[in-house]
């Protein structure tokens, strides 16, 4: 293999022209010959037994061709990018040059490369932060959370009222048959939750253990196709009424659910945390801010084949995301008509503020000069172990070396920027009239699907709020019948 030419062209691609010499054809015509002689038919050979030059004698050399150009492509491709230092982000473009003889090829190959970026301005920038403030109001909140989460339930020989779990066994009927998703046994409902279509939990309220009942319900207008504006029957029957048992908010409460002795501690424990994660949130929407100048400043031709190859992976993240919610992606494009085309199309733009910020992150990295020692990464491989509960031998089975690495300059580079620029309060923003549509995530394509349910009936969805962090424990006995937050449920399709 020998390179005859290596010239840069535009939008940071590099047209190698490689020429594949005779010794290394020849090797690969005799691959070619190995590989095809089973399905090339030869008088008085058996299938595969045909020699190369009885092969050649009939059909011409140039039968081993096209698979000996194929086979002799990747080898020589990937030596010329080694001779040539090149830093290849995508796959190459290929172009057979003149004529293929015994004597070789040569062929064109056009390659997306690691664009060069010029740094713009990155310090002395100024972004909004936000200021921090934990009031009483919050502290609450959090501590309602605590309550919540250790009130039980408790059995009570009385007819249900809202707040009252109520243990139920139902199935709905449309026109007198049964409709798919409409049943559910020993089913816990919190009356009062909203997680039932409208009208279920107000009827089941007044029902006691051992009691029956036809519930009548009428669908909503805006409900699924095959149930919107139907008039359904539940029949309900009611096994067990419960009620909550709220632990009385004391200093016993902050022993038992704590390790501190007293609720005051427990309260100022409960602001402390509260405000070092407004504060880390703060931090991070601060460097991201600044950030996003740092990668709107850069100079630099991005090759397309990077922006392509982040939107993918942006879209096998959301592949991986909706999977763990039990939903199959191809079954998720039905659900929603969505072309994945249309993922794609979305991504792009997200894909192209991503590559621009990793680009400007890098080229941080080269101007300072920016290191990570082995033992900088034998200490985050610790912190890492600390973090996820494992050991770090075992960390290390997960995370390599080198992406352990680049996650510590990033670091570094980006605690340059923040270092060197100043906050300021952020202005308030009006919200926009006359839409209701909620922000698009930056690295998602497209919003997660709620998963669905077969075995409750109809309900109107809302997303689970994000579970509060808690205080440390004292070890203790685990309560035997905890209340659980109401779940929502949605009509099987």
Not at 28 to 35: F, I, L, N, Q, V
Not at 219 to 244: I, M, S, T
Not at 278 to 284: L, S, T
Not at 323 to 342: C, D, F, N, R, V
Request: aromatic share 6%; hydrophobic share 35%.
């Amino acid at each position: 293999m020998s390179v005859k030419s290596c010239e840069k062209i535009e939008k940071s691609q590099v047209e190698l022209t490689i020429e594949v010499e005779a010794p290394a054809f020849e090797a690969a015509m005799e691959k070619a010959y190995r590989k095809m002689r089973g399905k090339i038919n030869v008088p008085g050979f058996r299938p595969g037994k045909a020699p190369r030059k009885i092969i050649e004698g009939m059909y011409g050399a140039e039968v081993f061709f096209d698979e000996a150009i194929n086979i002799a492509f990747p080898d020589a491709y990937e030596a010329a990018v080694k001779e040539k230092e090149l830093q290849v982000v995508g796959y190459p473009s290929v172009e057979l040059v003149g004529e293929c003889t015994r004597q070789g090829f040569t062929f064109k190959a056009v390659a997306p490369v690691y664009p060069e970026v010029t740094l713009g301005q990155y310090k002395g920038l100024t972004a909004p932060k936000e200021e921090v403030q934990v009031t009483a109001e919050d502290v609450d909140r959090r501590l309602q959370t605590l309550t919540d989460r250790n009130t039980r339930l408790v059995s009570v020989e009385r007819e249900a009222k809202e707040g009252d779990t109520a243990v139920i066994d139902f199935e709905g009927f449309l026109d007198g048959k049964p409709f798919d998703g409409g049943k559910g046994s020993n089913h816990s409902l919190e009356l009062g939750s909203h997680s039932f279509v409208p009208g279920f939990e107000e009827q089941v309220a007044g029902m006691k253990a051992g009691d029956e009942k036809d519930i009548d319900i009428t669908f909503p207008e805006d409900y699924h196709a095959d149930l919107a504006g139907k008039a359904v029957v539940f029949k309900v029957k009611c096994h067990e009424v419960k009620e909550k048992e709220v632990p009385a908010l004391d200093d016993e409460f902050a022993k038992d659910v704590s390790e501190f002795d007293t609720l005051g501690e427990l309260k100022a424990d409960l602001e402390k945390q509260i405000t070092e994660e407004r504060e880390k949130d703060a931090q991070r929407g601060f460097e991201d801010a600044l950030m996003e100048q740092v990668a709107q400043n850069i100079t630099a031709e991005i090759p397309d084949a990077m922006v392509e190859g982040q939107a993918r992976q942006f879209l096998e993240n959301f592949r991986t995301q909706i999977a763990q919610q039990g939903i199959p992606y191809e079954q998720y494009l039905q659900m929603t008509g969505i072309q994945e085309s249309k993922l794609l199309e979305d991504a792009r733009e997200p894909a192209l503020r991503q590559v621009k910020m990793d680009l400007a992150v890098m080229a941080i990295i080269k101007a300072e000069s920016i290191e990570a020692s082995d033992e900088d990464v034998e200490e985050e491989y610790k912190k890492l172990a600390e973090q996820f509960g494992m050991e770090a031998e075992m960390v290390k089975k997960y995370i390599l070396p080198d992406q352990v690495k680049d996650q510590i300059c990033s670091r570094r580079a980006i605690d340059v920027v923040a270092k060197s620029a100043t906050a300021v309060k952020p202005e308030e923003k009006p919200a926009e009239e006359g839409t209701d549509e909620a922000p698009v995530e930056e690295k998602k394509p497209a919003r997660k699907p709620r998963k669905k349910k077969t075995e409750e009936p109809a309900a109107e969805g809302e997303e689970p709020a994000a579970e509060e962090k808690k205080p440390t424990r004292k070890t203790r006995k685990k309560k035997t019948e905890e209340s659980e937050e109401p779940k929502d449920t949605e009509q099987a399709e």
